[in-house]
Each structure stands twice: as structure tokens, then as C-alpha cells.
């Protein structure tokens, strides 16, 4: 049988095994618990999900050094630091109290350098520095680019270059009047559908199916200033039919 020190008794592993919130604690107690109660069989491996090998070590590791050689030692196994020290820091965090040496507002970057002069080194990462002004409490705010709306811009554009082609216009011919006319056309028609046809093995597909579509094109001018609108019908846009388009309401002009 295992022999287990007497770091702590039975009661108190068990409710260091039930209390424990990191999951690698609360198992390696559970297992130091059930040998102690000489209940650790074939069921108690089970249910831990450990080797043989591995619970004769964490038997060891308990047996010298007590309940702090249980749970993820992972955690711990880090260097000590380096750059980041607490006298550093504290030395940071009154420096941040002023404005960097270039009168902006301070950066990772400028952080970094600081910290090198301080320390008498060549240089210091920037990444150094970011974490150095997040352990001060130093939150980035990046300021939010004011970007024009497209639509907005847009439409800026096009009352401009209506504007210059009216006044080119109106210079060509100054005693005829320019009217301007907004247009959208929208289409509709039949597509056709695909779907699978079965068939037998070694031929092919029995079923004959049209694959042409046919569009019809609804296109509608409108005035911006009388808020007229004429809507026509037709199988295509081309530039004869827009040419057309042009004539008749130059036509409905003379007629007024």
C-alpha cells in the first residue's frame, strides 16, 4: 500500500479537492485524498484519468514538499523580471504625471525609451513599454477617424459636375432654358431554374430545358424641380434608345 505524509488529514484534503477552482489542483487532491483513505483502486483511477506512473510522482512530490508541489507548477516556472521591475514601475508611474520630452502625449514607444535611459541600455522594445503603461493603468484610446459618408460625398460630386455642365450648357446656348433630369432603370424578367434530373447509369438526361432568359427593362426619368416622371418600357438600354429618350422630351418642350 502507499504511505502518504501527514502534511494535512484526510478531512482537510478532501475539502482542498472540492474547494479547489483550478481543475489540475482539485484532481491531484482528489488522488492524494483517495490514497490516504487507502480507496485509490481501479475505480479511483478511473476517475482521476492518471497513470500509474504519474500518481506514483504526484505521490512523491506531496510526500516531500506538502500540498504546495500539487496543482500546475507551470504557472510559477517563469523567470524573474527582467525590465519590469516594481522600482521601475513606481518610477514610471510618477513620470507619466508629465508630458513625455517632445510635449505630445506618451506612446509604447516613448515609454520604451524612457525606461532604456533609465536603466542605461541601448534600447528597449516597444512591446516592453506597452506592457510597462498597462501595469501603470494606462488605457489606449485610439481617436476615431472622421470619415465623409460615401453617399454624402457622392452626391457632392454629382451636384458639382451638374452644376459645370449646366454652366456649360447655358454658356453654349444662353437664351434656351437646360432642364435636368435624374434616371434609374430597374429590370425584370425570367431566369431559369436548374434542378437535378435522375437518370440511368451509362445515358443521359432525357428532359429538354430552354436556358435563355428574357429581360425587360423599366426605365424612369424624373424632374427634380416639377417632380414629373415618364417611365419607359423596353427590351434593352442602348445609347440610340437614351438618344431617343432625349428627342421626345425636347419634343414635349416645343410642344408647351
Not at 4 to 31: M, P
Not at 160 to 176: D, L, M, S
Not at 227 to 249: I, M, N, Q
Request: aromatic fraction near 8%; hydrophobic fraction near 35%; include cysteine.
Amino acid at each position: 500500500m502507499a504511505t502518504v505524509a501527514g502534511h494535512l488529514s484526510i478531512a482537510a484534503l478532501e475539502e482542498r479537492y472540492e474547494s479547489s477552482v483550478d481543475v489540475t489542483s482539485s484532481r491531484h487532491f482528489q488522488t492524494i485524498w483517495l490514497l490516504a483513505k487507502r480507496a485509490f483502486d481501479r475505480r479511483g483511477a478511473a476517475m482521476t484519468s492518471f497513470g500509474q506512473r504519474w500518481i506514483e510522482q504526484l505521490l512523491e512530490r506531496y510526500n516531500a514538499q506538502g500540498p504546495g508541489a500539487l496543482g500546475d507548477l507551470r504557472r510559477a516556472n517563469g523567470a524573474a523580471a527582467t525590465i519590469l521591475k516594481p522600482q521601475l514601475l513606481e518610477r514610471l508611474h510618477v513620470r507619466l504625471r508629465a508630458p513625455p520630452p517632445d510635449g505630445g502625449l506618451w506612446t509604447s514607444r516613448k515609454a520604451a525609451s524612457w525606461m532604456a535611459s533609465e536603466l542605461g541600455l541601448a534600447k528597449v522594445a516597444t512591446q516592453r513599454g506597452w506592457e510597462a503603461l498597462k501595469a501603470c493603468g494606462c488605457r489606449s484610446k485610439s481617436r476615431a477617424r472622421r470619415t465623409p459618408n460615401r453617399r454624402r460625398l457622392r452626391k457632392r460630386q454629382l451636384s458639382k459636375k451638374t452644376h459645370r455642365n449646366r454652366c456649360g450648357r447655358g454658356g453654349q446656348t444662353p437664351e434656351k432654358p437646360v432642364e435636368v433630369f435624374a434616371t434609374d432603370e430597374h429590370r425584370l424578367g425570367l431566369k431559369p431554374v436548374t434542378r437535378r434530373v435522375w437518370r440511368r447509369s451509362a445515358s443521359g438526361p432525357s428532359l429538354m430545358a430552354i436556358t435563355a432568359t428574357k429581360w425587360l427593362y423599366v426605365t424612369a426619368f424624373v424632374s427634380p424641380t416639377t417632380g414629373e416622371v415618364f417611365w419607359y418600357v423596353h427590351d434593352g438600354v442602348s445609347k440610340p434608345f437614351f438618344r431617343g429618350v432625349a428627342c421626345t422630351l425636347r419634343q414635349r418642350d416645343r410642344s408647351r
